[in-house]
């Protein structure tokens, strides 16, 4: 008989311990940041907890020391997913590929299209990306500033033939110092006025599906291994 693959995915509390390591040692600090929320919440609820207890209030302190090992771990766990996050995304600052391990986690929401550039110049390896969404397209340029631009630009034009009318915004994730951080992209995308229904959303997004892509893709971050930070 075949053995059967025993290995298994870890667990939850396991899970959390190598997310935890993994983003204090992309930066020692946000130990202390992680450490000092947890304290400071634990502390002010024990505090309280210990002057029910001390007051003669049995039932109310059961309640808030309750409370408070609650309000602990839910902090813990938005301070640890944020700075996960924020160090995640600063070690992939400046990688190809990088973008599209961001808009992984746009696409799990309302909006269509691929982790994949739709663009990609193979000499300078500068990339377009195109989602489409609520806000209408969003075309993402990586890599160096002019080149990026000269492929949206390009993919612009393909757009106005394709689907007309359409609201087409045009972010840029370069070395330009205007261009956004890879960390502010998934935010920057989310402020963008609405412009499209969801039927709306599901007809342009099948006619960019039938416009296709321009690659070869360039080497670099694979957004189909990478595994950002889930909220």
Known sequence: MAKKNES??????????????????????????????????LGTGL???????????????ILFSILTLLS?????????SRRAEKAAYGSWEGQLGAVGAVLQTVLRRNWRG??????????????????VGPAGIVLVGEGHQTGSQ???????????????GVTVHTLFVTESTHALKLAELRKAINKLPKALKRTEIRVVAARLTALGTNLPIPKGIDPRRARPVRK
């Open 8 to 41: 298994k995915e870890p667990g939850q509390v396991a899970q959390i311990i190598l997310v935890l390591k993994r983003t204090i040692e992309l930066d020692r600090k946000n130990l202390w940041i992680i450490l000092g929320s947890v304290i400071a919440v």
């Open 47 to 61: 505090a309280f907890t210990i002057s029910f207890f001390s007051s003669g209030n049995w039932i109310t302190g």
């Open 72 to 80: 602990t771990f839910i902090v813990f766990s938005l301070v640890l």
């Open 114 to 131: 691929s982790e994949q550039p739709v663009a990609v110049n193979p000499r300078s390896r500068d990339a377009v990306y195109r989602i």
């Open 150 to 164: 000269l492929l949206a630009d390009a993919e612009r034009k393909k757009l106005s033939k394709i689907a007309p």
